[in-house]
């Protein structure tokens, strides 16, 4: 166990909906990352938090946002969603100064019908 | 631009047996490097972490190797288990991107009885 949780476990929707996936760092962590992970394909990083704070952002697309509150979680949303957003969407969280030491939250599987 | 690409793709091979992974990397000014196992839907966990200075580091079964010069890291898998079917991933971080970590596409292991 990570330490790193995410919820819901699973989620399946419609296309054209909007939904939003929840993460809570490992204690302590001020740091949060968001990854996306399609079938058959390799980690995509999303975007990064720090401290509430927007740090790096990666392959993200316009359709989606995220933010980190002041006690730390995490929210990512995805709007108007297609079926090529269907994917395993990964949450990690790493202490300050330690973005190379992520650690994975079980996932959110993401099915878009 | 940064790359990590490891080999091979995916592998068989029975119980008991040894193993080894590869990992090359175009990632520079080099950081560290990761393996991580990643079961099936579940998120990737840490095996090994290695700075520019480590060239070999292990844990239980699992032994990694990094030639910074050949920009060559290795994982090693001693008597495989079933348990050893998976994921294993790859992941450099450079010291001049805010810590980003590049991702390799993954080895999938296959452990047969």
């Known amino acids: 166990d990570s330490g790193v949780t995410q919820t819901p476990k699973h989620l399946i929707t419609a296309t054209g909906q909007r939904v939003t996936l929840r993460c809570s760092p490992r204690?302590?962590?001020?740091?949060v990352y968001w990854y996306q992970q399609s079938l058959d394909q390799g980690l995509q990083f999303l975007i990064q938090y720090y401290n509430g704070e927007e740090r790096a952002k990666g392959n993200i697309l316009e359709r989606f946002s995220a933010q980190q509150f002041p006690d730390l979680h995490s929210e990512l949303n995805l709007s108007s969603l297609e079926l090529g957003d269907s994917a395993l969407y990964f949450c990690?969280?790493?202490?300050?100064?330690?973005?190379?030491?992520?650690?994975f939250g079980p996932g959110t599987r993401l099915t878009v019908t | 631009k940064n790359q990590v690409e490891q080999s091979p793709q995916s592998l068989i091979i029975l119980e008991g047996k040894n193993c080894t992974l590869q990992?090359?990397?175009?990632?520079?000014?080099?950081?560290?490097l990761r393996w991580y196992k990643q079961d099936t839907g579940r998120g990737p966990v840490s095996l090994t972490i290695?700075?520019?200075?480590?060239n070999t580091k292990s844990n239980g079964r699992y032994t990694a190797t990094l030639d910074a010069d050949t920009k060559q890291s290795s994982l090693h898998i001693t008597a495989s288990q079933l348990s050893d079917s998976a994921s294993y991933i790859c992941?450099?971080?450079?010291?001049?991107?805010?810590?980003?970590?590049?991702f390799g596409q993954g080895t999938e292991l296959s452990v047969k009885p």
């Open positions: 290695m700075t520019f200075s480590e």
């Open positions: 992941v450099v971080s450079a010291t001049n991107q805010g810590g980003k970590l590049i």
């Open positions: 990992c090359n990397y175009t990632v520079s000014p080099f950081s560290n």
């Open positions: 990690a969280s790493s202490a300050a100064g330690r973005t190379y030491e992520q650690y």
């Open positions: 204690s302590g962590d001020l740091s």
